[in-house]
């Protein structure tokens, strides 16, 4: 793609500040912003990579993916600032879950061990791990709003907080894991992944593309619930207090 081409493609950004402004959205500012940082961030990760890649030094490969995951974890603390030790609630989370599938990829030989290929499958792993961790803190937020009573007179009758609040667990895990579950299954009918898509472009065989892909989807399934589990554990504690009784300040309070 030429600079003209990529240029000209800004066009798309310029029409959706129209539609924001036509409709009163207020959303011009946040389109503008998003742009910017997008270009930017990607640009110098682009030379960043092409530096790494040439190194070939895992230490310096462990090193970026700590940032990453570390950004990350800044990122789903904000949906619960009150939640004790948040960050780092996120950032073992995450950590475990690179780990996990990182051990399974190259114990199994999967794929090589080298910056080209552990970067990107774990960049997306991490992503999507992200985002679900956002949505699991939004959607106990919820859930344990509505269900404040239900918890409330599980305790009354001598339940442990576990007891409690696991099937607010089990309800928030589920709901978080539907965009990730319905996207999958719509792989090949409504979207093609940006992963394939790319490959194919490029010039590579579509079934290769496609076999790289399935690695993709089978990996950030894996990784979806791992995360849903791990961090709604990790926040259960913090819902109680020392007396054993709710407390939903630590969600509540968080934007």
Known sequence: MTIIALTLSLCFVLFAVVLSRSFKLGLE???????LRATIQLLIIGYVLNFIFGL?????????LLLMITVASLNVSK?????????????????????VTQALLLGFNIIPATARYIIPISGMIIG??????SLLVTRLRSEVTLRQREIILLLSLGGTPRQAIMPVLKSAVRSSMIPTIDGQKTLGLVQLPGMMTGQII??????????FQLLIVFTT???????SILLS??????LFNKQQQLQTEPLESSS
Request: charged share 15%; net charge positive.
């Open 29 to 35: 500012k946040d389109v503008l912003i998003a742009t």
């Open 56 to 64: 070939e030094q895992l230490w310096v490969v462990g090193l970026f």
């Open 79 to 99: 949906k619960g600032k009150s939640v004790p030790y948040m960050t780092i609630k996120v950032f073992i989370t995450l950590v475990i879950v690179e780990i």
């Open 128 to 133: 999507n791990s992200m985002i679900l961790g």
């Open 202 to 211: 490029a010039g590579a065989d579509p079934i290769t593309a496609v076999r």
């Open 221 to 227: 399934m894996t990784s979806a619930i791992i995360t």
């Open 233 to 238: 554990l990790f926040i259960a504690p913090s």
